[in-house]
């Protein structure tokens, strides 16, 4: 396993332990409105804090994965050096 791959699961870690330690210090019921989506324009999500921020969270969490798996389909044909052989 690569340092690389501890780096990023110990901060991914930390950044779990950010979202449980906000659940556990909001749990008061708030409205959350978002009108640009436009169900929430008329009637807001109402629901504890913590919830609402874990659903933020996760979609962001998705997001991050979604963008970083689709930026592999090219077969690896990235950087500066390249392994042709010249003809001459």
Avoid: Q, W
């Amino acid at each position: 396993m690569s340092f690389s791959a501890i780096l990023r699961s110990i901060c991914f870690v930390l950044i779990l332990f950010m979202a449980l330690y906000v659940g556990m210090n909001n749990v008061h019921e708030i409205d959350f409105f978002f009108p640009i989506a436009g169900t929430t324009a008329k009637a807001p999500i109402h629901a504890s804090a913590a919830m609402i921020f874990f659903g933020m969270f996760v979609i962001g969490v998705l997001a991050g994965t979604i963008l970083t798996a689709g930026s592999g389909g090219g077969g690896g044909n990235g950087g500066g050096s390249s392994k042709k052989k010249s003809s001459r």
